[in-house]
Every structure is written in C-alpha cells, then in structure tokens.
C-alpha cells in the first residue's frame, strides 16, 4: 500500500501541474485577445523574449516596426504552431526543409519562397518569409489555439543588443506593447535562432549560425 506522505507527494504534484496549466491557460487567453484586436504582446519563445502580433494583420505587424523603430525594408520572422501550418502559408515546401528541421539541435528558422496569406509587409522585396515551427509548448499551444502565425521579433529596439533575460528588456519595449505575457520571466533567454536561407530549387544558405 503506498504510505500516506506518497500519496500526499503525488496529490501536490499533481495539484501543481493544474495549477501551472491554468495559468498557462489563461496567459494564452489574454495574449489571443489581444493578438485578435490588432495589439502587440511580449512573450517568451524557444529563443528570446520576442515581440508579437498578427502575422496576417498589416497595422499590426507596422506597429512592430514603429516600436522597434525598425526601416520596415528589413523582414521579420513568423512563428507557426506545426508544419501543418507552414504548409498553409507557404506555397510549396521543400521536402529538405523537414530534414532540415528534424536534424538541427537548436531552434532553425527558414527563409522560404513565395509566402501566402501573410500580412504584406512581412513578405521580403525578393517574395520571401523567414518562418520557425515553434518548438517552446507555450508558443505552440497559443499559435495552435489562435490559429494563425505570430511575428516573432527580439525585444529590443533596432540597434540595441538582444536582451538575454526578461529583466533586461528595455522599458520602452515594455511600455509599448498591449500585454506582457507573466511566464519564464526568471529564466536567462538563450540565443537567437539559427536562419537557413532554402530556395525551392534546394539551395541552401546559411545566413546565421
């Protein structure tokens, strides 16, 4: 039979794990009202804090380049929940793109070909967009559940380094977006992601390592 401190280990354990859902749970809710009316949110990622909005939303995504005071000529990363939607916004995927994904040892961002149904001023002058598959479980479950991809820009101003923790992102960032997301704020930010240029006739590019 077990004894009564392992049962009572088990309840707190488990009774930790509901708690930690619902406040996952209703962080996604806040960021998803948010996200759908336009704003920006700050949000911890597989990589760096990032600000986000509606990767389909042209006012949205301008709000980002006025916040970053970034020259909108300068393309952004989108983040997507799943290759399901990858295959959604990009019109053809190259089969190298998932070996690609499942070989890397750290978060892989890749530039593909001719975009669709993205926000206009996301997509580069050459018709290009740098996508992730988010590999962090609270930016897959809030991609998943909005169900459209999420800009994912580092939260800095252009210029200024990547803050590598919460505590160092500046508080004009802070200031400037519509809800910053109360989760992983203790935890030192890793690196940026790895960015691989892909054409669809296979050509590989490294652009950041």
Not at 38 to 64: F, H, Q, R, S
Not at 132 to 145: H, P, T
Not at 154 to 177: E, M, Y
Request: with cysteine; charged share 25%; aromatic share 6%.
């Amino acid at each position: 039979m077990e004894s009564y401190n392992g049962t009572l280990q088990n309840k707190t354990r488990d009774f930790s794990i509901i708690l930690a859902y619902k406040k996952m749970n209703n962080e996604i809710n806040s960021c998803i009202e948010v996200l759908e009316n336009g704003g920006l949110i700050l949000y911890p990622t597989d990589t760096v804090w990032g600000i986000g909005c509606d990767a389909t939303n042209e006012e949205a995504v301008k709000k980002v380049f006025q916040l970053k005071q970034r020259d909108d000529s300068k393309a952004l990363i989108c983040l997507v929940a799943n290759d399901a939607m990858l295959e959604k916004h990009i019109e053809k995927v190259p089969e190298l793109a998932y070996d690609l994904m499942d070989l890397s040892t750290k978060p892989t961002t890749i530039i593909y070909d001719n975009p669709r149904g993205i926000a206009k001023n996301l997509i580069a002058g050459d018709n290009t967009l740098a996508v992730r598959v988010a590999s962090d479980k609270f930016c897959r479950y809030l991609i998943g559940k909005f169900k459209k991809p999420i800009v994912s820009t580092s939260a800095n101003v252009s210029g200024n380094s990547t803050p590598k923790s919460f505590q160092n992102i500046d508080q004009a960032i802070l200031k400037g977006v519509d809800y910053v997301v109360n989760l992983h704020r203790e935890k030192l930010n890793s690196s940026a992601s790895s960015i691989i240029r892909l054409s669809n006739n296979n050509t590989v590019k490294i652009i950041r390592e």
